[in-house]
């Protein structure tokens, strides 16, 4: 497929992820022109297509997108909110795969984006952190560190944070068992549980009862 033919079929309203995706991997003429396109392309219909593309694709195939990571990493200090999403969701896909330990470089800038300047790029940040827990366990405690942490230095309003904790209490039930900070853990999910958020309290009085959390009075 020529590149300006790609471009025209990809910026159509109505475009066709799965066949896009299905090119995105057998094809590495059709990655690279993604790739350049979601960087460079300045039409919102084309870019955007092109991480929608490259987000399904290098979650199903990490290892054929790794070597895209120093052209991905950049995007996570760009000034426009997508491409800041576009980072933190392909790059936390890639670590699947991130046998250089790439991240490691990289974290402390990505986890500062729970505190984005656009709440939603927040949002994308702790989402995708539960994604890079699961395939790199290692960073668990990193995370767990700056998830507790969230109120004293997050400048979002408060019903904002507390939508933020539903994404963070996510993590918590998906690590409660193998974490050994229990009471940390515990504490969080205490505080949750009179949240502003309606969502969030309900999330948090949900894991009191599975997790049999002692409320204190």
């Known amino acids: 497929m020529e590149n300006n033919e790609l471009i025209a079929k990809i910026a159509v309203k109505d475009f066709d992820l799965e066949a ?68 933190l969701t392909i790059l936390a896909n890639l670590t699947q795969v991130d046998h250089q330990d790439l991240f490691a470089s990289l974290a402390d800038q990505y986890v500062a984006h729970i ?43 408060a019903k904002q944070k507390d939508l933020l904790k539903y994404d963070v209490l996510v993590i918590l039930e998906q690590v409660y068992d193998q974490s050994p900070r229990k009471d940390q853990i515990n504490a969080f999910i205490r505080t949750a549980s009179k949240a502003v958020s309606p969502k969030t309290r309900k999330k948090a009085d949900a894991l009191v009862r599975k997790f049999s959390i002692q409320v204190l009075a």
């Not at 955007?48 to 195939?61: G, P, R």
């Not at 952190?129 to 998830?147: A, H, M, N, V």
């Open 115 to 157: 505190n984005d300047a656009k709440f939603c790029t927040g949002q994308y940040c702790v989402r995708n952190c539960q994604k890079i827990i699961t395939y790199k366990p290692e960073t668990l405690d990193f995370f767990l560190d700056r998830l507790f942490d969230l109120d004293t230095y997050c400048d979002y309003p």
């Open 20 to 87: 896009f995706a299905r090119l995105a991997v057998e094809d590495k003429g059709i990655r690279d022109e993604l790739v350049s396109q979601m960087i460079a392309n300045p039409d919102i219909m084309v870019y955007y297509h092109c991480y929608e593309v490259l987000s399904k694709a290098s979650q199903a195939e990490p290892q054929l997108f790794y070597p895209y990571w120093p052209d991905i990493a950049p995007l996570l200090d760009h000034p426009n909110s997508y491409h800041r999403d576009f980072a």
